[in-house]
Nanobody, 120 residues
Framework: QVQLVESGGGLVQAGGSLRLSCAASGRTFGNYAMGWFRQAPGKEREFVATISRLGASTYYADSVKGRFTISRDNAKNTAYLQMNSLKPGDTAVYYC?????????????WGQGTQVTVSS
């Protein structure tokens, strides 16, 4: 089992920045690829970004490319999502998730989510 706890959400004005954190406990953090997803009211959950287990590879949704940066610190068992130039359309509950490195697209563990609200 892997337990994930997100933090860092909040209310920010358009153009501002936030950094989300995802603290992991349980299994060896470095064996898991990490992803960030989000779900806006009335919409389905969507992919935001992912990072490989050692941090060598990252991938972003087109909607956040160039504005968001995913990173991880395996010594701290934590993944991050730096969000810059935020837009009202980024308003959502943000979730982190973990996928066993051998099946990096199968996210088996999820956090409870953290609310991000961007005002215009």
């Amino acid at each position: 089992q892997v337990q994930l706890v997100e933090s860092g959400g909040g209310l920010v004005q358009a153009g501002g920045s936030l950094r989300l954190s995802c603290a992991a406990s349980g299994r060896t953090f470095g064996n898991y690829a990490m992803g960030w997803f989000r779900q806006a009211p009335g919409k389905e959950r969507e992919f935001v970004a992912t990072i490989s287990r050692l941090g060598a590879s990252t991938y972003y949704a087109d909607s956040v490319k160039g504005r968001f940066t995913i990173s991880r610190d395996n010594a701290k068992n934590t993944a991050y999502l730096q969000m810059n130039s935020l837009k009202p359309g980024d308003t959502a509950v943000y979730y982190c998730a973990a996928a066993w490195f051998a099946t990096p697209e199968k996210y088996s563990y999820w956090g409870q989510g953290t609310q991000v609200t961007v005002s215009s």
